[in-house]
């Protein structure tokens, strides 16, 4: 039977504080194109990512074990530890979501926690080794291969679409597409479940470790699985309307095909770095594939000055988290009236940004509506030069074009002869 302290109990209700904000943080991930394409009505679309959630918290614990056991040396590190790493990540998702940019929960937390670890216990208690090889290569290579097959997938299917040339059989495979939209949106949802709750049942299972209340080595409890799977998939229920409209219309204007091979390519890499004990960012692979449909189809358009403003905030998130959780270990390690101080910080720091964020309110009701997105130099330099589409000039638009000096009595001449006779 496990033995809680009063800081024991703090971090677990942190945590899962943060396995719900982790939930309507990264519902784009699964539900953006869903709900943008309108396979799906949104709360419908929430209500079945949420369930699926909760079934994928269930089907691994490889993420876990890489939280609890390999990104930090578990000896040393106390609870109050863990919860500056806490205060670190949730500020870090919710100022991204006020602002509606897909940042990475994953990594906010394992930045909070590298912060504090080292904050407390110094660089030498961080496994670099694991921080490459599991964390920082899959950040860049996922997004690459998702975004890759995403393209090349979106290709094929505009190919093989554009050579029946029977509009029927295009309005055909247009519903197909939404259905096998859904299918690959439970998908993602299942795979958001397989490794994004598993980090929060890592962070419960260390935190358990280093107040004594399990033994090192200890897999998650059945409890904590349950815990952490019930908190995301609330926080998914909740919707991250926010970062929902960035995803589904803010990178490209996306068709059922498009979200259906976005979705697909999103879901197969997630769960397969979920196999692999990858601590994988759902947020850059969802994106990365975005981007690639918006590649791959001809005439699509990618808006790169979104996808500046996310790289910038995807480059930001362990540097920041890190800092702050660097920082709130520096006030816990006080003592308790510290560890006060940073929980009442969080408080009021949360409540200051849901108040910003009621200024301006999205929700189920206005997520899809088109929001202006500033054109780039590239889109201002084409439109400038680009030719006005047909059908837009006036027939009666003449041009007159000066003689030449001496031609007034030719042209007198020609305008009284009379029409040349065809033959």
């Known amino acids: 039977m496990e033995s809680f302290s009063l800081i024991l109990a703090i971090v677990v209700v942190t945590a899962l504080a943060f396995d719900f904000t982790n939930g ?18 949104p709360k419908i679309a929430v ?11 269930f089907l691994s614990v490889e ?19 863990i919860f500056a790493a806490l205060v670190g990540a949730i500020l870090w998702n919710l100022v991204t979501w006020l602002v509606g940019l897909p940042s990475s929960s994953s990594h906010a937390l394992m930045g909070g926690l590298i912060g504090a670890t080292v904050a407390s216990a110094g660089l030498g208690a961080v496994h670099g ?47 197909g597409y939404r259905v096998g939209q859904i299918a690959s949106a439970g998908l993602v949802s299942l795979a958001h479940g397989t490794n994004d709750a598993q980090k929060t ?22 409890w904590v699985i349950l815990s952490a799977g019930l908190a995301i998939a609330l926080g998914t229920y909740i919707g991250g309307w926010r970062i929902i409209r960035t995803m589904g219309t803010g990178l490209t204007d996306l068709e059922p095909r498009q979200g259906f091979a976005a979705q697909t390519s999103a879901a197969t890499a997630i769960l397969a770095s979920s196999h692999l004990g990858f601590s994988l960012s759902t947020t850059h692979v969802v994106s990365g594939a975005v981007m690639g449909t918006g590649v791959g189809r001809k005439g699509g358009v ?26 709130a270990e520096s006030v816990t390690d006080l003592g308790d009236w510290g560890t006060g101080v940073v929980a009442v910080f969080l408080v009021a720091s949360s409540a200051a940004i849901w108040k910003m964020s009621r200024r301006e309110v999205v929700d189920h009701t206005n997520v899809v509506e088109e929001t202006e997105v500033p054109a780039g130099v590239v889109t201002t330099a084409i439109a400038a030069v680009a030719p006005p589409p047909s059908g837009t000039i006036s027939e009666d638009l003449t041009a007159t074009i000066p003689a030449p000096a001496g031609t007034e009595t030719t042209a007198a001449a020609a305008s009284v002869a009379p029409p040349a006779t065809t033959v």
Do not use: C, Q
């Open 129 to 175: 080794d694991v921080l490459v090889t599991k964390v920082l290569l899959p950040a860049v290579a996922a997004p690459i291969v998702a975004g890759l097959a995403a393209m090349i997938a979106t290709r094929l299917s505009y190919g093989v679409d554009s050579r029946t040339g029977d509009r029927a059989e295009s309005e055909a495979s247009r519903k």
């Open 302 to 327: 990618v808006r790169w000055s979104t996808a500046t403003r996310m790289l910038v905030a995807w480059i930001l998130t362990l540097p920041a988290a890190a800092l702050v959780g660097a920082g």
């Open 47 to 57: 209500a079945m990512s949420a369930g699926l959630n909760l079934v994928g918290a």
């Open 24 to 41: 309507f943080h990264d519902t784009a991930n699964a539900m953006a194109t869903t709900i943008s394409t309108g396979a799906l009505k």
């Open 201 to 222: 049942m890592g962070i419960i299972t260390l935190a358990l470790i280093a107040g004594g209340a399990i033994a090192p080595g200890s897999n998650p409890p059945t």
């Open 63 to 81: 993420v876990a074990n890489t939280i609890s056991k390999g990104l930090v040396d578990e000896k040393g590190i106390r609870p109050e530890v």
